[in-house]
């Protein structure tokens, strides 16, 4: 899996990954976004991720994505999914996530 991940304004954070979040890769993701919001100067108040590019994700990739929005809420912060694929949508939207995050 290819993840990027930029600072965007004072207190933003755009990660766009390509490839599929499965068991092998999410740990990898979550990690690094963790680590990218740990090591900021400032507070990060909102992540963006990119779905554009990814092609498939598993249960335990849902639960990377779980763990980092409840981490952020705690701390008065957003997560935003963008460019989702329908594909993929549909698997937040099973398990509910669509009820609690942004999903585009």
């Known amino acids: 899996m290819q993840i990027l991940i930029k600072n965007f304004?004072?207190?933003?954070l755009y990660v766009k990954a390509g490839g599929r979040l499965d068991l092998d890769s999410a740990v990898e993701y979550g990690t690094s976004i963790k680590d990218a919001i740990y090591d900021a100067q400032e507070d990060i108040k909102e992540v963006i991720l990119d779905f554009s590019e990814v092609t498939f994700i598993s249960s335990f990739g849902l639960k990377v994505i779980l763990e980092l929005?409840?981490?952020?809420k705690a701390s008065d912060g957003t997560l935003k999914l963008?460019?989702?694929p329908e594909q993929i949508q549909a698997s937040f939207k099973m398990v509910g996530f669509d009820k609690f995050?942004?999903?585009e």
């Open 9 to 12: 304004g004072v207190n933003g």
């Open 69 to 72: 929005y409840k981490e952020l």
């Open 82 to 84: 963008t460019k989702v």
């Open 101 to 103: 995050l942004t999903i």
